[in-house]
Each structure stands twice: as structure tokens, then as C-alpha cells.
T-cell receptor, first 113, second 112 residues
Framework: DAGITQSPRYKITETGRQVTLMCHQT?????MFWYRQDLGHGLRLIYY???????DKGEVPDGYVVSRSKTENFPLTLESATRSQTSVYFC????????????FGPGTRLTVT | GQSLEQPSEVTAVEGAIVQINCTYQ??????LSWYQQHDGGAPTFLSY????GLEETGRFSSFLSRSDSYGYLLLQELQMKDSASYFC?????????????FGTGTRLLVSP
């Protein structure tokens, strides 16, 4: 029972590179979310998805792209990485309980140099 | 818009009781959630209140007063492993039904 997984767990990239962070869940949850966590800001929603092929912006979507062709996968792409995107990224999912009860992946620590 | 306020840090000793407060400003309130996060770990869901009153889950309880736009997380019989950050989060009409907005977190330090 893998639950929700993220890969890679750690990533160092250079400014201007494209980076894709992967998220996979085995619960068949409808809702999936991407957050970034920075000191002093808590968790901020980047994008969320209500189902396959349905996505919507969160609080800080600029510079990010998402897709959801399959229920279980929700990749996050940084099209041209910037230093300000250095952060810890968490993927989460929720089922019929809705957004209140979310289950988080282990996180990806991304450093942009 | 919406905003949440919670203390940045709380300290307590093992065996004690601690209360972490959260006040919020929202429109069309849909519920208050609490999450725990240990250093280097992922947030984990603790509790959810949609209606006024106290919800108890083992040593943890969560309270909500919608009229006061206020809630708290109560941790009893504190253990060292309870040292972590605790986040309150709300859903509201502005953010959308399936989006959570998190507070900046309260760091709980439990000492022997």
C-alpha cells in the first residue's frame, strides 16, 4: 500500500532549466494538490485538480504547469526554473471527505542554483 | 480574501495540556482543519470542524466557534513526540470549495 509518493525526493537544477516533479497516488482519490512550503509562508497552494483533465490555479501558480491525464498522477512542471522557486514541494490528495482531509506525499526538496 | 492567525511558537512540558489558537477571517466559511508536521516530514491530517463545538480524537481535541471565527487545537498528556508544527487551515467561498488556505503554523516545543 504505497499511498502517495513523490519523485525525486531531492533535486538540484540550474536557473532556466525545465523541471518536472512527479506525484502518484494509489487510492484513486479524485482531488490532488500541489503546495510549496517556504519559511514564514506556511503551505501555499500552487495548483489543484478535481479529476482527470480538470485543473485549477491556486494561490501561487505563476511559473508552474500541471497536467492530469490519469487519476493517479499529477505532475508539476517548472517551465524555466528561477531561484525563487527553491522550496519544498508537497503533493496531496483527498477523497470523498473533500479538501479538508488531505493526505500528503513525503515532499520534494528543490534547489535552483 | 482570507487570513488566519496562530501563535508562532508554544512551549510546554511533558504531561501538560496545551492549546493552540487559530483565528480566521473568511467569507462563506466551509470548515477548519488541523494538520501536524514534524521537522523534515510531511503534514498529516489531525481533525476537521465544520460545526461549532468540540471534536475529540484520543489525546487531541479541536474546537470551533463560527460566531467568533475562532478555533483551537487542544493537546493533552503531552509527549515528546508531540513536538512539531501545527497548522490550521480553512476553506471558504473566496478560495473555492476544494481549496485549503493554511496558516503559517505554530511550533510546539515539548520539554521533559
Amino acid at each position: 500500500d504505497a499511498g502517495i509518493t513523490q519523485s525525486p525526493r531531492y533535486k538540484i537544477t540550474e536557473t532556466g532549466r525545465q523541471v518536472t516533479l512527479m506525484c502518484h497516488q494509489t487510492w484513486s482519490h479524485s482531488y490532488m494538490f500541489w503546495y510549496r512550503q517556504d519559511l514564514g509562508h506556511g503551505l501555499r497552494l500552487i495548483y489543484y485538480s478535481a479529476a482527470a483533465d480538470i485543473t485549477d490555479k491556486g494561490e501561487v501558480p505563476d511559473g508552474y504547469v500541471v497536467s492530469r491525464s490519469k487519476t493517479e498522477n499529477f505532475p508539476l512542471t517548472l517551465e524555466s526554473a528561477t531561484r525563487s522557486q527553491t522550496s519544498v514541494y508537497f503533493c496531496a490528495s483527498s477523497g470523498i471527505q473533500g479538501a479538508n482531509e488531505q493526505y500528503f506525499g513525503p515532499g520534494t526538496r528543490l534547489t535552483v542554483t | 480574501g482570507q487570513s488566519l492567525e496562530q501563535p508562532s511558537e508554544v512551549t510546554a512540558v511533558e504531561g501538560a495540556i496545551v492549546q493552540i489558537n487559530c483565528t480566521y477571517q473568511t467569507s462563506g466559511f466551509y470548515g477548519l482543519s488541523w494538520y501536524q508536521q514534524h521537522d523534515g516530514g510531511a503534514p498529516t491530517f489531525l481533525s476537521y470542524n465544520a460545526l461549532d463545538g468540540l471534536e475529540e480524537t484520543g489525546r487531541f481535541s479541536s474546537f470551533l466557534s463560527r460566531s467568533d471565527s475562532y478555533g483551537y487545537l487542544l493537546l493533552q498528556e503531552l509527549q515528546m513526540k508531540d513536538s512539531a508544527s501545527y497548522f490550521c487551515a480553512v476553506r471558504d467561498q473566496d478560495t473555492g470549495f476544494q481549496k485549503l488556505v493554511f496558516g503559517t503554523g505554530t511550533r510546539l516545543l515539548v520539554s521533559p
